[in-house]
C-alpha cells in the first residue's frame, strides 16, 4: 500500500474537520475525493502534505509513519500538493516556477529530463517560459501550478480542486493531461467538486460529508450510486 490514512482527527479550534476518517492509495492508482464545500477534503490534503497537524490517527507513506513530518520533508519523501487556487508566483516567470518547484533537486540531468518532461505535458508554458506567471489565464495558471510540482519529481500527486474555475473545455483537457502524468507512473490523490469528471477518470472514490467518509468504491459504483447521483450529479 503506497498510503495509507487511519483514524484522522483534525480540529480547527473548537471545529472538528476530520473525524476519524480512513482511506489508502494503492501505487499506480488515481483515488477521487469527493464531498461538498466545507467536508474536509482539503483539510485531508494539507494533513497528508505536513501543512496541518492531525489531534490523532496517523498517516503512513510507503511503510513509514510522516504523520508529523514537516511539509518540506513530506516534499522530499515523494508527496506533493497542487494546492486550490493555483498559488503560483505571480512574480516570477515560467521558468521561474519551475525552478521552484525543483529546489530539492541537486542532480542537473534530472532536472532537465523533468523539464522536458513538463513541457511534453504542457507544450504552451514551453512557448511562454520567460512570460510572468500573473499574466496567465486561470486554466494557464492550473497548468503552471501541475507543472511546478511535477518538477520535484513526486510520486504521489494531491491534486486539491484543479477544475475551479475553468471552462468546460479547460477541464476535459486538465483531466486528460492528469490521466496522462498518472500513465506515466505517478499515483494520484484526487480532490475535487466536480465528481462526475474526477469519477469519470479515478479508480476508486471516497465520499467525504461532514468530515467523515460515508461511501466508498470503484469510482464506477459510486458514479452510480444514487446518493451520490442525487447530491453530486443533479439527480440525473
Partial sequence: MMLEVSNLHVYYGAIHALKGINFHVEEGEIVALIGANGAGKS??????????????GYVVFRGEDITLSPAEQTVQKGIVQVPEG????????????????????????????????????????????????????GGEQQMLAMA??????????LLDEPSMGLSPILVEQIFEIVQNINKQGTS?????????????????????????????????????????????????
Avoid: C, W
Avoid at 112 to 117: A, I, M, R, T, W
Avoid at 150 to 156: E, I, K, R, V
Fill in 86 to 137: 493555483r498559488k503560483i508566483f505571480a512574480t516570477l516567470t515560467v521558468m521561474e516556477n519551475l525552478e521552484m518547484g525543483a529546489y530539492t533537486q541537486r542532480d542537473k540531468k534530472i532536472f532537465k529530463q523533468d523539464l522536458e518532461n513538463v513541457f511534453t505535458f504542457f507544450p504552451r508554458l514551453k512557448e511562454r517560459q520567460n512570460q510572468l506567471g500573473g499574466t496567465f489565464s
Fill in 188 to 236: 494520484i490523490l484526487l480532490v475535487e467538486q466536480n465528481a462526475q469528471m474526477a469519477l469519470s477518470i479515478a479508480d476508486r472514490a471516497y465520499v467525504l460529508e461532514t468530515g467523515e467518509i460515508n461511501l466508498e468504491g470503484s469510482a464506477q459504483e459510486v458514479l452510480h450510486n444514487p446518493m451520490v447521483v442525487e447530491a453530486y450529479l443533479g439527480g440525473h
Fill in 148 to 157: 511546478r510540482a511535477l518538477m520535484s519529481h513526486p510520486s504521489m500527486l
Fill in 43 to 56: 483539510t485531508t490534503l494539507s494533513t497528508i502534505s505536513g501543512l496541518l497537524q492531525p489531534s490523532d
